[in-house]
């Protein structure tokens, strides 16, 4: 990393822009409007990261796992491939095609394979292909300098970059991909330096997390986190976000309204004037998870397959608004965010703190 | 003068509106520009479209009118003149305030009124025409706040209300709902208490609409800082 960048050298402001959309209806948008909403928070950004995700976008590999990498240098992308072959069945790889835009300099390789799990290597691990992919995902990420992996779901993908959202979106060439839902993120990073792995959205499978905030519980969480083999390689909050939704998600099988009342977890003093059973169940939550508590200001945007989840932490210390129209719902920091896309609404609302707002694509 | 706002970053907005020397300025098509109206004094500012975050912040006197919602953060620290949003206001709206007054007709969101405070003819007046979010009149130290619950959706207080209330009043129409904390005392408001209350009541009907004599007629709460209240006297002599 270059010195200028170094802790202590530098000072960066807090903010943070996120805004999200999902047609419930499966529709398709193109990356246009994703871009306009963002970009009407420019305020909230100041070029050190932006970064988008879409659903939807791969229909023709959506039984394959899409692979977005970082690399340094070809020096390690060789290392690395060889690393994907010898675990994976890759039927397509190609550069993630990029247009020269003036507001994003200094990309590293951008890559995307399209792969499947060796079924040899895959039935020896005697792990399920997910959760073979994941550790697949931080073996690279952890052990393999200069490459990284930012995005690795079935038919999504995540796109970012350091530069404000707009550049960034323009630079992947959203306008080129359709998705039934996108999320989005403008940085003002506080505790680390802007660079690539760190713009939002974090992925890990297919869950992808944009966050305004800044997470006081970050260690406490990131502890509880590595003693599940999650390993919190970027030292970024929002990182460790990713995986407690992962972790009590797909591997402790609990609801996102549940996982949602652990970390965000409800007041004791609030718990104790609870009907009997909805506070049996909040206190179960509570106690169990209580290292997965998140404390300090968030509002998060988690986007998975089908659907979109907005939370904000229990005191309410981020902003955030939803939107709705007709059948598509919006989540944004600002209300003229959604407004840009979305002049007209039937309804916009603020969520409580700690309230979980989840709009899926109706099956 | 009007401002076509469409396309416009919030610092060229700004300096439209500073290089104007017009009394009245409309801004039509706004879409989240900030600081609207920040530090105004004697001006009319008409706001078409969602006024940004701190709109009217620091202002001292002249009017806003903003004719959709405002963000976050509406008359921050403000000290003089009026502001009136035709729609709801997000978090943190009238933090601060050391004078002027502010009418939302619709919601106001999370920490409303936190820390407002008043001296000598120094007084701030939040009225919200809906709900307020919790953390309502946090640390109140002076001036009024009124939450008239108008629309019925919910309780008319989140969670949290007067936390640390040491002066001022709030009032809410009909009944607190919600717990109040210990250095605050409610009962219910007379004569006397909406003598106090009745020219902002009328300045909102006159505003949005609505029967003022109806209005004063309902039952409302005041709530105040308690007798005993450890802090009561300690920052403001009330």
Redesign the interface.
């Known amino acids: 990393m270059e010195e200028r960048f170094a802790e202590g050298n530098v000072r960066i402001p807090a903010g943070c822009a996120i805004s999200g959309f999902i047609h419930r209806d499966g529709r398709l948008s193109d990356g246009g409007a994703i871009i306009t909403s963002i970009a ?4 909230r950004s100041n070029g050190l990261g932006g970064g988008f995700a879409g659903y939807g976008i791969y229909p023709e590999y959506k039984d394959h796992y899409a692979l977005h990498l970082f690399y340094a240098d070809k020096v390690v992308k060789r290392e690395c491939e060889s690393f994907l072959e010898e675990r994976f069945d890759i039927i397509n790889l190609s550069k993630i095609p990029v247009r020269k835009t003036p507001g994003v300099v200094d990309a590293p390789l951008i890559w995307r394979y399209f792969v499947r799990a060796l079924p040899t290597r895959l039935a020896e691990s005697q792990l399920d292909e997910d959760e073979y992919v994941s550790r697949c995902t931080f073996d690279i990420n952890t052990h393999m300098k200069g490459a990284y992996v930012f995005s690795c779901g079935k038919n999504m993908g995540a796109f970012k970059a350091v530069g404000y959202p707009e550049d960034v979106g323009e630079f992947y060439r959203l306008d080129e991909y359709k998705a039934y839902s996108w999320i989005a993120h403008g940085r003002y990073p506080t505790n680390t330096p802007g660079w690539w792995g760190g713009a939002h959205p974090f992925c890990l499978l297919d869950m992808a997390v944009v966050h305004n905030g800044e997470i006081s519980s970050y260690d406490a969480n990131r502890r509880n986190m590595e003693m599940f083999g999650y390993k919190c390689n970027l030292q970024t909050d929002t990182e460790v976000i990713t995986y407690i939704f992962d972790y009590l998600v797909r591997k402790r099988g609990l609801t996102l309204k549940e996982a949602c009342a652990v970390i965000a977890a409800p007041f004791w003093h ?1 718990i104790e004037r609870m009907p009997e059973e909805e506070r049996a169940r909040a206190e179960y939550l509570r106690r169990n998870f209580s290292g997965l508590l998140i404390t300090g200001p968030f509002s998060v945007i988690l986007g998975y397959k089908g659907g979109l989840l907005a939370i904000n932490d229990r ?2 210390l981020r ?1 955030m ?1 939803v939107g709705e129209y007709k059948n598509t719902t919006y989540i944004a920091s ?4 959604i ?2 896309v979305a002049p007209v609404l039937d309804r ?1 609302y ?1 969520p ?2 700690g309230e979980a707002v989840i709009a899926e694509v109706m099956r | 003068m009007e401002i076509y706002a469409k396309g416009m ?2 610092e060229q907005l700004n300096e439209a509106v500073r290089r104007c020397t017009d009394k009245r300025i409309d801004i039509r098509a706004c ?2 520009q ?1 600081f609207i109206a920040c530090a105004g004094a004697g001006r009319s500012i008409n706001v078409y ?2 006024a ?2 701190g709109a009217g912040a620091y202002m001292e006197s002249g009017e806003l009118r903003v004719y959709g ?1 405002a ?2 953060a509406l008359a921050d620290t403000m000290g003089g003149g009026e502001i009136y949003v035709f729609g709801g206001c ?2 943190a709206a009238g933090y601060a305030m050391r004078g002027g007054e502010v009418y939302v007709r619709d919601n106001a ?2 920490r409303a009124g936190v820390h407002m405070k008043a001296y000598d003819k120094q007084f701030p007046v939040l009225v919200v025409g809906g709900r307020a ?3 309502l009149g946090e640390y109140l130290a002076g001036g009024i706040i009124a939450v008239l619950d108008l629309h019925n959706e919910a309780a008319p207080l ?2 949290e209300a007067a936390r640390g209330m040491h002066g001022g009043r709030i009032y809410v129409r009909g009944e607190v709902g919600v717990p109040l904390p210990e250095c605050t005392a409610a009962r219910r408001a007379e004569a006397e208490d909406m003598r106090l209350l009745e020219p902002y009541l009328r300045k909102f009907c006159a505003a949005f609409g609505g029967d003022v004599n109806a209005l004063l007629a309902d039952k409302f709460t005041v709530i105040t800082p308690a007798e005993n209240a450890r802090a009561k006297r300690l920052y403001v002599s009330n």
């Not at chain 1, 600002?334 to 965010?337: F, G, L, Q, T, V």
């Open positions: 009407t928070m420019r305020e609030k005191l309410k902003s608004v600002e209300e003229c965010a407004r840009a916009l603020a409580e703190g | 970053s919030c879409n989240g900030r479209g969602v940004g975050n919602n963000q976050d997000g978090d969101g999370y979010g919790c953390f989140g969670e």
